[in-house]
């Protein structure tokens, strides 16, 4: 299964833009699918998950400026991000995990695309 992400880009502080995570599989196969991401000197962090019903998990920084969702139809996954902030600025990653390992693995990552905030 590959993780192929977009839709990063150069935005002003107080802006939007929407992330794009499409599988090459079902989503079905994930128990959870989620976005991360790694500022420049800073450890990856997660920012937020979708579970296979549906239930989200949000960073508290982030909480209430993004939103998570997924298409299960076009084996996707979306990070609506608005109000951005410079401290927004990162790679961003997505993420699948599969508590039954697909070919031997649990966790599988796209190949992030940056996002970067202006001031």
């Known amino acids: 299964v590959q993780l192929q992400a977009s839709g990063g880009g150069l935005v002003q502080a107080g802006g939007s833009l929407r992330l794009s995570c499409t599988a090459s599989?079902?989503?079905?196969?994930?128990?959870?699918m989620g976005w991360y991401r790694q500022a420049p000197g800073k450890q990856r962090e997660r920012v937020a998950l979708?579970?296979?019903?549906?239930?989200?998990n949000y960073l508290d920084s982030i909480e209430g400026r993004f939103t998570i969702s997924r298409d299960n139809a076009k084996n996707a996954i979306y990070l609506e991000m608005n109000d951005l902030k410079p401290e927004d600025t990162a790679v961003y990653y997505c993420n699948g995990y599969a508590a039954r390992p697909i070919a031997g693995l649990n966790n599988y990552w796209g190949q992030g695309t940056l996002v970067t905030v202006s001031s």
């Open positions: 599989g079902s989503l079905s196969s994930f128990n959870w």
């Open positions: 979708i579970s296979n019903i549906g239930d989200t």
